[in-house]
């Protein structure tokens, strides 16, 4: 078994071994991962934090034993907490990584970091406090990231920021925590699942106060939410049908 880890700042993730499939999410700056085929250009991986599979290019990541795996995965996880920042190698080059970023493989990467971190479970209140850092963030399906983000990518990213562990996708994340009857139920921090007309999940947002949400749609917005969906400020009208709510913490 072959095992990897990210040593740059963003890399994607698609969903064939090729340069023009589909990006379907992206691998972070210190995320590890298994190799579970190899091509000559191309790596399928499943990574450690979600078991995500896709394939990545074979020039973007690094190569390491079980044994370093065994040492970054030993450790609680801490992340880089400003929206971007810089980490130092051993050449003296700035390489600028993106929040959320893991730094539990810089003595491994022989890297650097002097910016704000994050770890351990927070309290629920943070949540929305690190949804408040995206605001803004540019749409991007398969994105992790405020330089551009999906629905569930900013669900999870936000969660694994404040110590939680949530899917990839949507429909994988309406599966989790339990489920509440009325939007009145609900506490800032729980999430909303919205479903298409064939009854699938196909978006998420987090529950704020005073019956808003924010999510990313166009870019991570605020809007308000009724037992009908979601309601766009500009708009005037219903985007998003509601499915559930859910409380994970």
Same mark, same amino acid.
């Given at each position: 078994m072959k095992y990897g880890i990210c040593n740059l700042s963003i890399v994607p993730i698609r969903s064939e071994a090729n340069d023009k499939s589909e990006q379907t999410s992206q691998l972070l700056?210190?995320?590890t991962f298994v190799i579970v085929e190899e091509r000559t250009k191309w790596a399928k991986i499943k990574l450690c934090f979600d078991n995500y599979i896709g394939w990545i290019n074979n020039k973007q990541f690094e190569i390491i034993n079980e044994d370093k795996l065994k040492l970054v995965s030993k450790e609680p996880e801490i992340y880089s907490y400003d929206l971007v920042e810089f980490i130092e190698n051993t050449h003296q080059e700035l390489i600028a990584i993106p929040i959320g970023s893991s730094l539990n493989a810089l003595n491994i990467l022989k890297h650097s970091y002097d910016g704000n971190k994050i770890s351990g479970i927070q309290e629920k209140s943070k949540i929305i406090t690190t949804a408040l850092r995206f605001l803004?963030?540019?749409y991007l399906w398969g994105g992790r990231t405020p330089f551009g983000i999906d629905c569930s990518g900013f669900t999870q990213m936000v969660y694994k920021l404040n110590g939680?562990?949530?899917e990839r996708d949507s429909h994988l994340q309406a599966k989790q925590g339990s489920s509440?009857?009325?939007?009145?139920?609900?506490e800032p921090g729980d999430l909303a699942f919205f479903d298409n007309k064939e009854g699938e999940?196909?978006?998420?947002? !987090? !529950?704020?106060?005073?019956n808003h949400i924010i999510h990313a749609s166009g870019k991570v917005r605020i809007d308000r939410i009724d037992q009908t969906g979601i309601h766009n400020?500009?708009?005037k009208s219903h985007t998003h049908k509601l499915r559930v709510i859910k409380k994970i913490v």
């Open positions: 700056y210190g995320e803004n963030s540019p939680y562990k949530l509440l009857s009325f939007i009145e139920e609900s999940i196909v978006h998420v947002g !987090i !529950i704020m106060d005073n400020s500009e708009t």
